[in-house]
């Protein structure tokens, strides 16, 4: 290892402190994440400086904007007279204090709408998450297995097709059918009308019913997360399933499955402790990429279900050109997105060794 | 795994990104002391891919002979308002028509022409920008590589779509905007694949003895190394041009792409959404979409299989929607 390792990276950190790796690993991991985070407020601060037509006169009018006294003094009061980097830490100062704007289509605070919305969104993302990467490392392992049968053949063109679908029509689709049609799903939104919110504990309505006990609105809950948990799912396994696919053929090659083969354990134990455990490491990286196409998903796919998280939000934002709704969502997703990554590269210094000690 | 071309010195690069990557093949590779082998793609075509292929080919060759000839296919006006409105499949047209009476296939075959050309653009421009500034940041490295790199950690923190969106909206709705969004969300995966073969080549043997015979760096990119890169990249831009589409339609689902009266199949499916009885209007652009995708994305993996069999395709969250 030592060789290419030097080749690979400086040997930079050599002889520091002798902190425990793991504890090294995580810290540079958490201020990577913190000087992202900083980026994507500075990529939504120019995005929201960026908007074509003077700011002024959009909120001041033709005839006040031609008043130099006005305007200078709307500039000083709104602070756009300042430098813009002074006007940049100002921004992210509000940003801290959870000030992100109010929406003009709502005429709330960007934050209140936002937190109102994330535990919809949550609720379909976790569900589609967890329910893909099942089925992801079960379809992918198969296609491994099978290298070459006509089974993975099938898999590979059902996951390419699967890459394919525009999630946005295939949600419309499938609501059509299965709602309209067949009157099998619930119509849209979190609960039918004739249930009451569940008190709220989590904002999941389903743990929520759960925890007060209200099995009956658990189900309700439960059918209306159905549809767009599968639309979320089906585009995920695609990416999933190719991915541990490669993942696990690579392992399959590997020495130490071999001897763990021919010693005659069962397929069962060589798949679960040797095999998927040595391809846990690419298996997670895609598990953090496809949760990022799930939330771009949500964003896409929550409008046709009238599911009132924060994809509907964005739907609504961008259609009425909602600059304040749409820079909130980018940034709330933006760091997500961030967040889980850093959960990832932390479960990396986790499960293997190596990555802490590399570094 | 012994194969140069797909080896990523730098952690930072590459399929499976991040230093994910060196815990894998990369970093018991002693492919970075033996430098590369250069060989000519050997064309493989699997037993399944092949035909996948050619029929994505073919459908792929299909559409954009709909794009070129819209204007003969269509039996109406994709603009025109004279039909009678919501009228279902069969009732006097192909597809039906929608809530202001313009025939849905009509529209759907103009689709194309939006759609189709605006992708293949986008791929190339991307390919383009991102080749360049990926190969300037791996030959010279130094600032230019941290500043490039630094940039597209940035563009790369946010899931694509989620970052399109937002530049759209910045710079307002309209089908260029749309594109020029896209544009800047697509080149970094060019440019960090382009970086870390460079930075492989850079430093072997050929391509330094090159150097000290007195090539300029220009030769050395342009002679030496653009020719080992070609292959990586073409296939990440075919499997790119699928992702565009989808990109595309996408943002004009949303209403950040193509303006009301355009054909557009994105949009298309989102006016559907006013109307859900009506199934036709959104299901035949949306099927015009899946089809044109799926064709490409057939043709990418073909060619995938065909010039790099080792390789793994990843590009940054949910780039594909």
Redesign the interface.
């Known amino acids: 290892m030592s060789t290419s390792t030097k080749a690979v990276r400086s040997p930079r950190s050599r002889g520091g402190r002798a902190a425990h790796p793991f504890l090294r690993y995580a810290l540079r991991r958490v201020l990577t994440s913190l000087l992202l985070v900083v980026g994507v407020t500075l990529v939504t601060f120019v995005l929201t400086n960026l908007v074509p037509g003077d700011p002024v006169a959009a909120a001041l009018g033709q005839r006040a904007a031609e008043d130099p006294a006005i305007v200078s003094q709307f500039r000083a009061t709104y602070g756009l007279d300042q430098p813009l980097v002074v006007q940049y830490f100002t921004y992210l100062g509000n940003l801290l204090q959870g000030d992100l704007g109010v929406s003009t289509t709502t005429h709330n605070p960007v934050v209140d709408d936002l937190a109102k919305a994330l535990p919809a969104t949550l609720e379909i993302a976790l569900g589609a998450i967890v329910l893909s990467v099942v089925i992801g490392v079960v379809l992918g392992t198969i296609a491994a297995y099978r290298r070459g049968k006509a089974s993975d053949h099938v898999l590979r063109v059902v996951s390419l097709a699967g890459l394919s679908v525009p999630t946005f029509w295939l949600a419309l689709v499938l609501y059509y059918v299965f709602y309209f049609q067949l009157h099998i799903a619930p119509g849209s939104g979190r609960l039918s009308s004739d249930f009451t919110t569940p008190p709220t504990v989590t904002g999941l309505y389903t743990v929520d019913a759960l925890l007060a006990g209200q099995l009956d609105t658990f189900l309700d809950a439960a059918s209306h997360l159905f549809l767009p948990v599968l639309v979320l799912t089906l585009y995920t396994v695609g990416l999933l399933t190719r991915f541990v696919r490669t993942a696990v053929l690579e392992i399959l090659d590997q020495d130490y499955v071999r001897a763990a083969r021919a010693k005659g354990l069962p397929t069962r134990t060589v798949v679960f402790s040797y095999v998927l455990r040595g391809a846990s490491i690419p298996i997670l990286t895609v598990v953090g990429l496809a949760f990022g196409s799930l939330l771009s998903g949500t964003v896409l796919v929550e409008a046709i279900f009238a599911w009132p998280g924060i994809g509907s939000y964005a739907y609504q934002a961008a259609s009425h050109l909602d600059l304040p709704g749409i820079m909130g969502v980018g940034l709330l997703i933006g760091v997500m997105y961030l967040l889980v990554n850093l959960i990832v590269d932390l479960l990396y210094g986790v499960l293997d060794p190596r990555v802490r000690l590399a570094s | 795994m012994t194969d140069a071309r797909t080896t990523r ?3 930072r690069d590459g399929a ?5 990557d ?9 492919v ?2 033996a430098g590369p082998r250069w060989r000519r793609p050997r064309l493989r075509l699997g ?2 891919s092949a035909p ?1 292929g050619l029929l994505g080919a073919a459908v792929g060759i299909l559409w954009i002979l709909v794009a070129l000839l819209a204007p003969v296919i269509a039996p109406h006006d994709p603009l025109a308002q004279d039909l009678p409105i919501l009228q279902a499949p069969g009732e006097g047209t192909l597809m039906g028509t929608d809530a202001l009476g313009r025939d849905v296939f009509s529209r759907v075959i103009w689709g194309a022409r939006v759609t189709i050309p605006l992708a293949l653009l986008l791929v190339v421009m991307s390919v383009l920008i991102g080749a360049i500034v990926g190969a300037v940041a791996g030959f010279f490295g130094r600032a230019v590589d941290e500043v490039a790199m ?1 940039v597209t ?2 563009v790369m ?7 399109a ?3 759209a ?5 309209s089908l260029l905007n749309a594109v020029l969004a896209a544009l800047i969300v697509s080149w970094p995966a060019y440019a960090r694949l382009t970086r870390g073969l460079v930075l492989g080549l850079r430093s072997s043997n050929y391509v330094v003895s090159g150097q000290l015979l007195g090539f300029s760096p220009l030769r050395s990119l342009g002679r030496d190394i653009a020719p080992n890169i070609v292959g990586p990249v073409l296939v990440l831009a075919s499997l790119d041009i ?1 992702t565009a589409i ?1 990109l595309l ?2 943002l004009s ?4 792409g193509a303006k009301p009266p355009t054909a557009e199949w ?1 949009s298309m ?2 006016d ?2 006013q109307n ?2 009506a ?1 036709w209007i ?2 035949f ?3 015009a ?2 089809t044109v ?2 064709a490409f ?2 043709v990418g ?1 073909a060619l995938r299989d065909a010039l790099d069999p080792k390789s ?1 395709t ?1 590009r ?6």
Not at chain 2, 157 to 163: E, S
Not at chain 2, 316 to 321: C, E, K, P, S
């Open positions: 010195p730098d952690p499976p990104a991040g230093p994910r060196g815990v894998g093949a990369g970093m018991l590779d002693p970075s002391a037993r399944w996948l630094r950690d940035l923190a946010f899931p694509t779509v989620i970052l969106m937002v530049i909206a910045a710079l307002g709705a699928g989808l339609s996408g689902f949303l209403g950040l994105g499916v989102s559907a959404i859900f009885d199934w959104g299901v652009p949306g099927l979409i899946l995708v799926i994305n057939f993996d793994q990843i940054g969250g949910g780039t594909t929607l």
